[in-house]
């Protein structure tokens, strides 16, 4: 069974780097072939796609966020990464890591997705 597991800062400022980190387990055989994703939920709105990456390290990225996101992963350490740059209180939200059998670009529904994290919260306030 895969399990996710997202963590990182709870609270960044205004223009500083949101790094997140999504861990990965009991990801073998099949799911190794997965599409990983980054999803948030901003308080008072819908899930926002942000970008996923393949199991080959290609990315895809939402067209809104592109210029500031970045997606990677660590193979040693069983982690794929969000980098979001020169955030703003716009970009508070609970951020999801997510695997899926299929690439499904701009996927937010659960159903779309094998696998879900429980989420961070992430805060940009001074």
């Known amino acids: 069974q895969v399990q996710l597991q997202e963590s990182g800062p709870g609270l960044v400022k205004p223009s500083q780097t949101l790094f997140l980190a999504c861990t990965v387990s009991g990801a073998s055989g099949p799911t190794a072939f997965y599409y990983w994703a980054w999803i948030r939920h901003p308080p008072g709105k819908g899930l926002e796609w942000m970008g996923v990456?393949?199991?080959?390290?290609?990315?895809y990225y939402s067209p809104s966020l592109k210029s500031r996101t970045s997606i990677a992963r660590d193979t040693y350490k069983n982690q794929f990464t969000l980098q979001l740059l020169s955030v703003t209180p716009e970009d508070t939200a609970v951020y999801y890591c997510d695997a899926s059998k299929k690439l499904i670009l701009g996927a937010t529904e659960k159903n779309q997705y094998d696998y879900w994290g429980q989420g961070t919260q992430v805060t940009v306030s001074s």
């Open positions: 990456i393949s199991y080959t390290g290609s990315t």
